[in-house]
């Protein structure tokens, strides 16, 4: 059985994507077949047939969210006292040792992840660099144009 570690946010998150398909999306797209099938001919009724498909993916990803849910290992990192080390959950200033770009990155779950954002994923390639290192510790990351050496500059419980 898998644990899917995930920040006090993107387990909300993924409460409300649940409550949201389950109490909206899932009655909406109920009303949308019954309404398709008596237009006539289930053989050839497109609205039906797209009803019926969109209502898959829907059920898929419901059923996706409650295992997830299930099997949340929800970790609060602000309850967990600052010792400028790295770990799940902290926001990591990191500086690129060649030209001083600053990055700054969360460390979140699969779910969560969204670079724009500033939040990767535990278990690509820079947070696992970046995982049980300390402030002032240089990590050097493999990215697929080659290795990229970064100082950790702050690590911050938010």
Request: cysteine-free; overall charge negative; glycine content about 8%.
């Amino acid at each position: 059985m898998n644990k899917y570690p995930m920040t006090v946010q993107g387990h909300r998150a993924l409460e409300e994507e649940h409550a949201h398909l389950s109490k909206v999306v899932r009655p909406k797209l109920s009303h949308d077949i019954g309404v398709a099938r008596e237009l006539g001919d289930l053989k050839e009724n497109a609205e039906y047939h797209a009803a019926r498909e969109q209502q898959g993916m829907v059920e898929a990803r419901i059923r996706d969210i409650e295992g997830r849910l299930q099997n949340a290992v929800v970790i609060d990192v602000t309850t967990i006292e600052p010792t400028g080390k790295v770990i799940f959950g902290t926001t990591v200033e990191i500086a690129n040792t060649e030209t001083d770009d600053r990055l700054k990155y969360q460390i979140v779950g699969e779910d969560e992840a969204d670079i724009k954002a500033g939040k990767i994923s535990v278990g690509s390639p820079i947070a696992r660099s970046l995982i049980g290192k300390e402030e002032g510790d240089i990590v050097v990351v493999k990215t697929p144009s080659g290795t990229v050496e970064y100082e950790i500059i702050e690590v911050l419980h938010l």
